[in-house]
């Protein structure tokens, strides 16, 4: 079984359109993420969930909307698309530790879905 | 969370040891030195923590300074399936607050296994 799956894993569209890219996990988790990986290859953090409660948001555009229906989803909805949302979507999750400095949050992530905008 | 410093590329010999080095000069008591790859095409994957003592996994071995400004990832036989980028990150085990589960990634060492 697939431990962080996303779809779809590529997305091809045109400028203005508005869509969603899904993500689950079974590992039985209570934070999800969703970092955004360029064309330069750097990879950065864009939102975090923690049971179903937004924790971080990384002034990311209002266009992109994560909901988590449950602690399993984080879906990530953009609106408007433009040109510069072109990149790679990662969908993560772990298992914050109770107490600072315990043990580790190990990140287990999915397979990425490919946005295009045209 | 301390910013750390990678060579951008490597080379290494399949069957050979590959030895990946950090520094991380600015770190924290309280931070551990992470280690993911990405293989291309892929999320990234975790492969080992440690905050002061040496460790060893399946994966690989992390060796940490006394002083812990700089640490090590190794490889001992590196395969072709290996190739990949390998990312080197410091941050505290479970940082609360704003920084909640945040992994801040950098650029990273390419790493190419060759036959």
């Known amino acids: 079984d697939t431990a962080v799956s996303q779809t779809p894993k590529y997305l091809v569209t045109q400028m203005g359109n508005d869509k969603s890219i899904k993500c689950e996990q079974n590992l039985g988790h209570d934070t999800m993420y969703w970092y955004k990986q360029d064309s330069k290859k750097f990879l950065k953090i864009m939102f975090s969930?923690?049971?179903?409660?937004?924790?971080i948001n990384e002034t990311v555009p209002n266009r992109f909307s994560p909901k988590s229906p449950d602690k399993a989803h984080l879906n990530l909805h953009i609106n408007s698309l433009e040109l510069g949302d072109s990149a790679v979507y990662f969908c993560?999750?772990?298992?914050?530790?109770?107490?600072?400095?315990?043990?580790?949050?190990?990140?287990?992530f999915g397979p990425g879905t490919r946005l295009t905008v045209l | 969370d301390a910013k750390t410093t990678q060579p951008p590329s490597m080379d290494c010999a399949e069957g050979r040891a590959a030895n990946l080095p950090c520094n991380h000069s600015?770190?924290?008591?309280?931070?551990?030195v992470y280690w993911y790859r990405q293989i291309h095409s892929q999320g990234p994957q975790y492969i080992i923590h440690g905050l002061k003592n040496n460790e060893t996994n399946e994966m690989a071995s992390l060796i940490i300074t006394e002083d812990r400004k700089s640490s090590t990832l190794i490889l001992p036989h590196a395969t072709l399936r290996d190739t990949a980028v390998y990312y080197c990150?410091?941050?505290?085990?479970?940082?609360?607050?704003?920084?909640?589960?945040?992994?801040?990634f950098g650029q990273g060492t390419i790493l190419t296994v060759h036959p």
């Open positions: 969930y923690n049971n179903k409660e937004l924790i």
């Open positions: 600015t770190i924290s008591g309280n931070e551990y």
């Open positions: 993560a999750s772990s298992q914050i530790p109770q107490r600072e400095g315990t043990s580790t949050d190990t990140q287990y």
């Open positions: 990150i410091v941050r505290v085990a479970n940082a609360g607050g704003t920084s909640y589960g945040k992994l801040t």
